[in-house]
């Protein structure tokens, strides 16, 4: 049964350009969106940005135009972005929008007339960076204890709301409810703040400082103080005073996302605010952590902020939303590193899920080119099955705990199963041995689970997984992970596979050239192939063996070598980033599909050599018996890179 809901990102100031924590963020809500969208959840998607104030009031000032001007311009970076993110929002609230306006006149002239609203003199310390005013006694070494800017002494009248009504409410409702602010240590150190006592907010400035901002209904001299403004956004954009019905059917909100910094005005400003306005509670309000580089939090100062653009250059959108989900654990700070992203994408996309559907499409064009029905069992599918099942199952208990990287954790689990499935399988042998039967069932097994998986990862990579389910029989079908779980799931036998370009191609970070970290492409063309050195002595030395650097690599690549019958033309991983070509005189007993993906041991510091115009570096090993020939490899799974000795 479907239930409802409603997802909100905060809203994000535009005065200046978006960076990685608005991105991360978005992001995270649009996860969140889809994965309730293909739940059955009647699901409502809520982001935007906030316009007024004196931060918005100064960037306009700078660049010598009105304030709503400047807005006009920074907001379409916002939504540009959005676009290119491939981000899903049902709705983009502007606070300069007359539909917002009008709400938060309405409300502030209902507080003032129930007296929840009152003017008073106010002495105290401002900070612009914060737009909030504190006591003496809340300073740190004189400057904001939020940002460590500078703050101006001021003494003003102005407008307050009475929060310190609601203290004990609040202390009580947050202990009452430990699912409201999330994760929990982030409501302990709300309930930390509400053991001094709460002051009430100003929620006015005075035109003659800040004109920039929703006229006070109750007095045309004042504005509203951009905080008590931009929280209600969240109201405003589904109904509230507005249209009863809509707003009951999405109020309350299920999870209110925002960074750990905007902490204290969501979990103590906005219930409140609620509190006094009659308006029940939102069910969850979550704070993620910072995005960090290395241990320092980003910053424009510091000059390490990170361009989402950027990263999208890099890797792509789809795989720059998988780096985001999987890379951080939700409450936690995370650390953002250029090696990070190209480790995860190259390791999980393009080894795992990418060489996976490689593997399986061409099997099965090899086979006909259509997704067979399953024949007789080889015995070796449960623990592949059981893996997917594991997926399904853990994605939608992580989806409700918002533990999404322990949830794809488990679907990459499945993908690193399917791919040892097929390698235990060895359905190359098969057809080779016209075993027609135990065939059919592992390209069955093999495309129906890699389906299930593309429908779960399809709120992460949305653009690469309607890739993934097109090549192996989709179409234009919508399939949802409701279908997995109802059973409704379409039985893929019959469909046809279509030919597919590799979903992930390798990266090779132009700053770190393969084979060497570190060093700058020399532009030089490969070393021509050596003399053959005189035989050795049929016995050597330890510090003879000690030369010869053996090592496990991965097979990222594989594919004959033209005009070379016994040649394949290899390209392979050698660990921390060292990708290298490798031709190997395999190919009378392993074809391209056998060879890719696995583990194999190599020579790595052999001299290079040009082998019929190709490059090579190194040498795997391989035993030979007879007819025979087997790849030397390891016992286990085994990263590449690892030394053998």
């Known amino acids: 049964m479907s239930g409802k809901y409603y997802v909100t990102t905060p809203i994000y100031y535009v005065n200046d350009r978006p960076h990685i924590g608005h991105a991360y963020t978005t992001i995270l809500a649009d996860v969140l969106a889809s994965f309730h969208r293909s739940l059955g959840d009647d699901t409502y998607f809520l982001t935007g940005t906030d316009e007024h104030g004196q931060k918005v009031e100064n960037a306009a000032a700078k660049k010598g135009i009105p304030p709503l001007q400047h807005a006009d311009e920074t907001v379409v970076r916002f939504q540009e972005l959005w676009k290119r993110l491939g981000i899903t929002n049902d709705d983009f609230i502007r606070t300069t929008q007359e539909r917002h306006i009008r709400v938060v006149q309405q409300v502030l002239q209902d507080l003032f007339d129930r007296g929840e609203i009152y003017k008073a003199d106010y002495t105290g310390w401002y900070c612009v960076g914060d737009e909030r005013y504190f006591t003496e006694k809340d300073l740190k070494e004189g400057k904001c204890p939020e940002c460590g800017r500078e703050v101006t002494p001021l003494k003003e009248s102005n407008y307050f709301f009475r929060m310190s009504k609601y203290q004990q409410w609040l202390i009580d409702y947050i202990k009452s409810h430990p699912g409201f602010i999330q994760p929990a240590f982030r409501a302990n150190e709300t309930l930390g703040f509400l053991k001094q006592p709460l002051a009430d907010l100003c929620i006015s400035r005075p035109k003659s400082r800040l004109s920039w901002g929703i006229e006070l209904p109750f007095d045309k001299d004042y504005v509203c103080y951009v905080w008590f403004d931009a929280l209600i956004n969240y109201i405003s954009a589904v109904g509230y005073l507005k249209d009863d019905k809509e707003f009951a059917r999405r109020w309350p909100a299920s999870c209110q996302l925002i960074g750990k910094d905007i902490l204290t005005t969501h979990s103590v400003y906005w219930p409140t605010m609620l509190k006094a306005m009659g308006v029940e509670m939102p069910k969850t309000i979550f704070a993620h952590g910072w995005w960090l580089t290395g241990n320092t939090k980003m910053s424009k100062s510091l000059g390490n902020v990170v361009n989402p653009m950027d990263m999208i250059d890099l890797v792509g959108v789809d795989a720059f939303r998988y780096f985001l989900m999987a890379e951080m654990t939700l409450g936690n700070d995370a650390s953002f590193t250029r090696e990070g992203l190209l480790r995860r994408y190259n390791s999980d996309l393009a080894n795992d899920l990418g060489n996976f559907l490689s593997r399986v499409v061409k099997l099965t064009l090899r086979a006909g080119g259509v997704i067979p029905a399953p024949g007789e069992s080889t015995g070796k599918e449960a623990e592949f099955d059981d893996a997917v099942a594991a997926a399904v199952g853990g994605m939608r208990s992580c989806l409700e705990e918002m533990k999404l990287d322990q949830g794809l954790a488990a679907v990459l689990a499945a993908v690193r199963a399917g791919n040892r499935y097929v390698e235990r399988c060895a359905p190359w042998t098969m057809a080779r041995n016209n075993d027609i039967s135990h065939l059919n069932t592992v390209l069955y097994t093999a495309a129906a689970n890699l389906r299930k998986l593309g429908v779960l990862l399809a709120p992460v990579m949305p653009g690469k997984m309607a890739e993934l389910l097109k090549v192996l029989g989709g179409g234009d ?75 496990t690599a991965r097979v990222i690549e594989a594919a004959r070598l033209e005009g070379a019958d016994k040649l394949l033309k290899l390209k392979i991983d050698a660990g921390a980033g060292d990708i290298r070509p490798l031709v190997a005189g395999v190919a009378k007993y392993y074809t391209p599909e056998e060879i890719l993906g696995k583990t194999i041991v190599i020579v790595s510091n052999l001299q290079p050599a040009v082998i019929r115009g190709a490059e090579s570096r190194g040498m795997l090993l391989a035993a030979k018996f007879g007819k025979e020939l087997r790849l030397v490899t390891v016992d286990g799974d085994c990263p590449p890179g690892a030394e053998i000795g």
Request: aromatic residues 4%.
């Open 477 to 551: 079908e919508k399939l949802t992970i409701s279908d997995l779980t109802s059973g409704n799931f379409a039985d893929p036998a019959g469909r046809q596979v279509l030919e597919a370009g590799i979903l992930f191609p390798r990266i090779q970070d132009e700053e770190e050239p393969a084979g060497n970290p570190g060093a700058k492409p020399s532009g030089k063309a490969p070393a021509k192939a050596p003399e053959a050195p005189p035989a050795p002595a049929e016995l050597v030395t330890i510090d003879q063996f000690a030369k010869i650097k053996l090592k």
